[in-house]
């Protein structure tokens, strides 16, 4: 039977979150607070209904990211996560990934994170499988704005690692630090939970 050993991204094998860093990279500080600022409605509506961040994300990249040469955007989350790689891990949890390598596991990375950073962050830390949220590109090479599939967060954390495994057989290990890994957690034969420091848990068993 394979293992395999999943990690979110943002907040456990990152020490920061991303998202909005690489936003603003991108779009600018005013720009960026302007779709920050009409994101706020749903924003504060996520509070009880957790699907509504979904709908403040959308808002957010609709404003920032429409019309930009994907090309480009690229470009610069290889350089984003150049920075990240060398800058912004926990090491605790970056040391347990490489555990899993030398046991032989295999790694995927999971996470509502933008693959245009994180399948270069992701290539960086050696790890050759990355579910996570694509951007629409339309038929001129410029972002649409839109999502490409659903934000992957959430219930569909574990939706898309089952069907990367399609079905088969295997022993999952699962890395994560908020509610947002909560159905990923659940998912895995073991789960552990980081903390915001990027610890494991105290109980976590060794890797073999």
Same mark, same amino acid.
């Given at each position: 039977?394979?293992?395999?050993?999943?990690?979110?991204?943002?907040?456990?094998?990152?020490?920061?979150?991303?998202?909005?860093?690489?936003?603003?990279?991108?779009?600018?500080?005013?720009?960026?607070?302007?779709?920050?600022?009409?994101?706020?409605?749903?924003?504060?509506?996520?509070?009880?209904?957790?699907?509504?961040?979904?709908?403040?994300?959308?808002?957010?990249?609709?404003?920032?990211?429409?019309?930009?040469?994907?090309?480009?955007?690229?470009?610069?989350?290889?350089?984003?996560?150049?920075?990240?790689?060398?800058?912004?891990?926990?090491?605790?949890?970056?040391?347990?990934?490489? !555990?899993?390598?030398?046991?032989?596991? !295999?790694?995927?990375?999971?996470?509502?994170?933008?693959?245009?950073?994180?399948?270069?962050?992701?290539?960086?830390?050696?790890?050759?499988?990355?579910?996570?949220?694509?951007?629409?590109?339309?038929?001129?090479?410029?972002?649409?704005? !839109?999502?490409?599939?659903?934000?992957?967060?959430?219930? !569909?954390?574990?939706?898309?690692?089952?069907?990367?495994?399609?079905?088969?057989?295997?022993?999952?290990?699962?890395?994560?630090?908020?509610?947002?890994?909560?159905?990923?957690?659940?998912?895995?034969?073991?789960?552990?939970?980081?903390?915001?420091?990027?610890?494991?848990?105290?109980?976590?068993?060794?890797?073999?």
């Amino acid at each position: 039977m394979r293992t395999v050993a999943a990690f979110d991204f943002d907040g456990t094998l990152s020490s920061r979150d991303n998202f909005l860093r690489f936003v603003r990279l991108t779009a600018g500080t005013a720009t960026t607070a302007r779709a920050l600022a009409a994101a706020v409605p749903a924003a504060l509506a996520s509070r009880r209904d957790p699907t509504q961040r979904d709908v403040a994300k959308a808002v957010v990249l609709r404003a920032t990211m429409r019309g930009r040469p994907a090309a480009a955007v690229r470009d610069l989350g290889a350089r984003f996560a150049r920075t990240v790689v060398a800058d912004h891990l926990h090491p605790e949890v970056a040391g347990r990934l490489e !555990e899993h390598r030398r046991a032989g596991h !295999e790694l995927v990375i999971v996470s509502a994170s933008l693959t245009c950073y994180l399948e270069p962050a992701a290539a960086g830390l050696g790890v050759p499988t990355v579910l996570a949220t694509d951007l629409a590109v339309g038929p001129d090479g410029r972002l649409t704005g !839109e999502l490409a599939g659903p934000n992957v967060r959430g219930p !569909e954390k574990a939706t898309r690692l089952d069907a990367w495994l399609a079905g088969a057989p295997a022993r999952v290990w699962a890395y994560g630090d908020s509610t947002g890994d909560r159905e990923l957690l659940a998912r895995a034969d073991h789960p552990c939970l980081v903390d915001r420091r990027g610890r494991l848990p105290r109980d976590a068993p060794p890797v073999r």
